[in-house]
């Protein structure tokens, strides 16, 4: 079974956070997380390294994140469906700076992979905006 781990794979049991609403919600981090997602689903890995995190960005250079996710993510196919199975915020993950989080395990089914999780990880940047900081197919 093949694995992509952007730059750092975590699996992680965290407490649910409460639900909020504003730039400053899961609601927020699971947007930028759809849109950065919709960049990998039309095979624009490098925009999608553009708008990742700057912790991704400093993590894995743009030439590899290009070829990793390239080669993971286009054997699978086109995304057929896809739906929020869980959403967590946290503030601590293993092997990353403590911050903002959200960890978000999507049920995704793709052409040649019927039953897949993704767990894609917005964080929120210096800026105030959340950023994708870490993805992971399984």
Same mark, same amino acid.
């Given at each position: 079974?093949?694995?992509?781990?952007?730059?750092?794979? #975590?699996? !992680?049991? !965290?407490?649910?956070? &409460?639900?909020?609403?504003?730039?400053?919600? /899961?609601?927020?981090?699971?947007?930028?997380?759809?849109? =950065?997602?919709?960049?990998?689903?039309?095979? @624009?890995?490098?925009?999608? =390294? @553009?708008?990742?995190?700057?912790? #991704?960005? @400093?993590?894995?250079?743009?030439?590899? =994140?290009?070829?990793?996710?390239?080669? !993971?993510?286009?054997?699978?196919?086109?995304?057929?469906?896809?739906?929020?199975?869980?959403?967590?915020?946290?503030?601590?993950?293993?092997?990353? &700076?403590?911050?903002?989080?959200? !960890?978000?395990?999507?049920?995704?089914? #793709?052409?040649?992979?019927?039953?897949?999780?993704?767990?894609?990880? /917005?964080?929120?940047?210096?800026?105030?905006? =959340?950023?994708?900081?870490?993805?992971?197919?399984?």
């Amino acid at each position: 079974m093949k694995i992509l781990a952007a730059f750092f794979a #975590f699996a !992680v049991l !965290v407490g649910a956070a &409460p639900r909020g609403s504003g730039a400053d919600s /899961p609601e927020s981090a699971e947007s930028a997380a759809l849109t =950065w997602l919709a960049l990998v689903d039309a095979g @624009n890995y490098p925009e999608s =390294w @553009n708008t990742a995190a700057a912790y #991704f960005r @400093n993590a894995v250079p743009q030439a590899g =994140w290009v070829s990793k996710v390239g080669a !993971v993510r286009g054997p699978l196919g086109a995304v057929k469906s896809r739906r929020v199975a869980s959403s967590q915020a946290t503030h601590s993950l293993p092997g990353a &700076p403590d911050g903002d989080y959200v !960890v978000i395990h999507f049920a995704t089914s #793709f052409e040649q992979k019927a039953d897949a999780t993704e767990t894609v990880t /917005p964080m929120k940047d210096p800026d105030g905006h =959340w950023r994708v900081s870490g993805y992971y197919i399984r």
